[in-house]
């Protein structure tokens, strides 16, 4: 089995709808580990425990880290490797003359980690996602959002693909899914929700609180898992 990856955005979709717990039993039933990097870390609990705001959160997601649910992984021979292509993944879309900056330094070492151990990205972000996966629809909602034309260098996203392949992204709410598929949830059950209702409740709490899946694909989720 695979490590799995985690990208800030996922943790922190899990973290906000409490959902941590989960987590470590999915964890349990998980011949991998799962693996967060040093910038990764500095995210969710070196800056946020210094803070009022997300201090409760990075409590919790400390405690799973002194147990072993997550695991940092170093390795001081990424550095360069992160940095070389944050620059190049910040200079592929321009605005005009004016090079777009889309991803951070986190997003990156977690995305370079993955390649390394052939691993699977955990990450709700949009935009490294499609990086990944379809920069051309990136370079449309770019548009939309920005209203503006937006060009691409090709040079440099044919640098970042000979870079970074055969990558495998999960998202925070298919790996819900999955500990709804284990029976992690079940406790949930009730004369007031239905197995329905809960994995409905699973995937829209993680999409409003910072998962990037659509209604359409949370009907297909609910229509594929065939509950009631």
Do not use: H
Not at 107 to 117: D, F, G, W
Not at 121 to 130: H, S
Not at 149 to 173: G, M, P
């Amino acid at each position: 089995m695979n490590d799995l990856i985690f990208d800030t955005s996922a943790i922190i979709s899990i973290a906000t709808n409490n959902l941590l717990d989960v987590l470590e039993q999915l964890k349990k039933k998980f011949k991998g580990d799962f693996l967060i990097s040093d910038a990764v870390k500095m995210e969710i609990l070196d800056n946020p425990i210094k803070s009022r705001k997300y201090k409760l959160e990075a409590i919790m997601i400390s405690n799973l880290i002194q147990n072993n649910i997550f695991k940092i992984y170093r390795n001081i021979n990424i550095e360069n490797k992160t940095m070389n292509l944050l620059n190049l993944c910040n200079n592929i879309f321009l605005a005009g003359n004016k090079p777009i900056k889309i991803l951070d330094k986190a997003e990156v070492e977690a995305l370079v980690l993955t390649q390394l151990l052939q691993g699977v990205y955990i990450v709700d972000e949009r935009n490294i996602r499609l990086m990944v996966e379809d920069y051309r629809k990136l370079a449309i909602l770019l548009e939309r959002k920005l209203d503006t034309k937006i060009t691409i260098n090709n040079q440099n996203i044919r640098l970042f693909k000979s870079e970074i392949k055969d990558i495998t992204i999960v998202r925070s709410a298919e790996l819900m899914t999955i500990a709804f598929e284990k029976g992690l949830f079940n406790e949930y059950e009730n004369k007031y929700s239905n197995k329905r209702e809960i994995l409905d409740g699973i995937l829209w709490g993680l999409r409003l609180r910072g998962c990037a899946i659509s209604t359409e694909e949370i009907e297909e989720v609910i229509k594929i898992e065939k509950v009631k």
